[in-house]
């Protein structure tokens, strides 16, 4: 069996004595390992974990879907917590991340560096294709563009060696698990494109997807970019999909009202899906 939990998101569910920020952190549990999938912002997924009954010290890998602070800012919080599992990001995750907004830049980066790992003893693995965490788990990356009208906001730049270029997120990975009935993608914010990434890791497996869950990015989506994303998730086959955080409130009221095709939840914190 495969559990998702998710330890924090932007709303809450039935549970209230939970926290809910603008971010994501997930907690996904399979038969052969356990994993932290993003860490939100600051201590409230932390908390969360401990008034859901959630160990964390004790997880076999820590994955990081992109180095913006509402996925990778809580990591501090948790190191200094006790989770010392080594840490899988994607390729450039140190180079930081701002917002273009007219003449300035505003911050949007994890708030630590390589040192800090060096630091806390904690090894770092790259995954810049493919990293196969336990039988049936990966950490998949560099994904194609397959199509164009799924763009990064122009907005999101990256400070690089050679200045500050517009990120079109190398440091984006996903969560790919095997199942009986197809994949399984846990997703972070799909810089890169929702559809770009299902189809990338459906090509490089040679399997269907079955199920998606995380954050879309459809939230800055215009109505043509929505409607031509509901039609191909829909020809995907996808049975199974738990969109939530930067999906934004149009685009969960066109999922919840068609899916895609998909059956469709909107999970928030304290939401669990368990899968066979």
């Known amino acids: 069996m495969m559990i998702l939990r998710t330890l924090l998101e932007n709303n809450l569910s039935q549970n209230k004595a939970l926290i809910a920020e603008h971010g994501l952190s997930f907690m996904v549990e399979t038969a052969h390992t356990k994993i932290l999938f993003d860490c939100s912002a600051g201590s409230a997924a932390r908390k969360n974990a401990g008034k859901m009954n959630v160990p964390l010290t004790d997880v076999d890998y820590v994955v990081l879907s992109h180095s913006h602070y509402d996925h990778a800012g809580g990591y501090p919080d948790m190191v200094a917590h006790g989770v010392h599992a080594p840490l899988i990001t994607g390729p450039q995750f140190f180079e930081e991340k701002y917002a273009r907004e007219g003449g300035k830049y505003v911050y949007l980066g994890c708030g630590f560096g390589e040192d800090f790992l060096v630091g806390n003893g904690i090894e770092r ?12 788990c990966h950490v998949a990356g560099g994904f194609r563009r ?12 990256r400070q690089t060696a050679e200045g500050m270029v517009a990120d079109d997120f190398p440091d984006e990975v996903c969560l790919v698990l095997e199942s009986e009935k197809g994949l399984i993608l846990i997703v972070g914010c799909s810089h890169p494109g929702i559809l770009n990434m299902i189809e990338s890791v459906r090509e490089r497996f ?9 954050g879309s990015h459809l939230v800055e989506a215009d109505e043509v970019r929505l409607e031509e994303t509901m039609k191909i998730l829909k020809d995907m086959g996808i049975a199974l999909a738990g969109f939530n955080h930067c999906t934004g409130d149009t685009a969960q009221s066109r999922l919840a009202a068609c899916g895609g095709g998909a059956e469709y939840s909107h999970l928030k914190a304290g939401d669990c899906i368990f899968l066979p």
């Open 146 to 157: 397959i199509y164009d009208f799924e763009k990064a906001p122009p907005r999101f730049v």
């Open 206 to 214: 040679g399997q269907p997807v079955y199920a998606v869950f995380g």
């Open 125 to 136: 693995r790259v995954c810049e294709g493919c990293e196969t965490l336990a039988p049936g």
